[in-house]
Nanobody
Framework: QVQLVESGGGLVQVGGSLRLSCKPS?????????ISWYRQAPGKEREWVAT???????NYADSVKGRFTASRDNAKNMVYLQMNSLNPEDTAVYYC???????????WGQGTQVTVSS
């Protein structure tokens, strides 16, 4: 069974940075395309943040463009979301989402909490 294991969330002050990680357990990141990040703030719907395809350009939501960077490290079998210049509006649970090239299903990580304090 596919599992996406996330880490890297935490509490940070305004203007700070965090790097989130997502690792497919028992699978290769080559088995997924694309891999995306979503977030859900309290009382709000889950929203798309960024998409990192196997090939081609990464895409970002306007709210994070220029501050967040999605990347893949094939050698480490890891996916990252580097978040800079964080502000309180970035406070949310962040989820890794990966679409399997084998069965076409979307898989979700367990989520990691990011809290930005002012």
């Amino acid at each position: 069974q596919v599992q996406l294991v996330e880490s890297g969330g935490g509490l940070v002050q305004v203007g700070g940075s965090l790097r989130l990680s997502c690792k497919p357990s028992g699978s290769s990141i080559f088995s997924f395309d694309p891999i995306s990040w979503y977030r859900q703030a309290p009382g709000k719907e889950r929203e798309w943040v960024a998409t990192s395809p196997r090939y081609g350009s990464r895409n970002y939501a306007d709210s994070v463009k220029g501050r967040f960077t999605a990347s893949r490290d094939n050698a480490k079998n890891m996916v990252y979301l580097q978040m800079n210049s964080l502000n309180p509006e970035d406070t949310a649970v962040y989820y890794c989402n990966a679409k399997s090239v084998n069965d076409g299903l979307n898989y979700w990580g367990q989520g990691t909490q990011v809290t930005v304090s002012s």
